[in-house]
Nanobody, 119 residues
């Protein structure tokens, strides 16, 4: 059974920073892609950052480029996102998503962590 935990959400003022962490676990889990998505109230879920072990791809959305930095530790199935200069538009629930090498078409999601940025 694959489980995903997200850590690090909270409430901050505009211009401040937060760090999010995602850890995946499961028997013989070999994670390929790890991504952060977010969903603001009344809006659809959007991709914020994406990494792929198989291709070496690391991408962040244009809306957060230069402010959000992602990294991962493959040996621990962990991914981190440093968010600086946060804006009220960054307010959302942030979800970690992974796909494994064993089941490349199956998405696994965490329960999400709330990030609130006030002006």
């Amino acid at each position: 059974q694959v489980r995903i935990w997200e850590f690090g959400g909270g409430s901050v003022q505009a211009g401040e920073s937060l760090n999010l962490s995602c850890v995946a676990s499961g028997s013989r889990l070999n994670v390929n892609t790890m991504a952060w998505h977010r969903q603001a109230p009344g809006q659809s879920r959007e991709l914020v950052a994406f990494t792929s072990q198989s291709t070496g791809t690391v991408n962040v959305a244009e809306s957060v480029k230069g402010r959000f930095i992602i990294s991962r530790e493959d040996f621990s199935n962990a991914m981190y996102m440093q968010m600086i200069n946060l804006k009220p538009d960054d307010t959302a629930v942030y979800y970690c998503n992974i796909r494994s090498f064993q089941f490349p078409d199956k998405d696994y999601w965490g329960l999400g962590t709330q990030v609130t940025v006030s002006s």
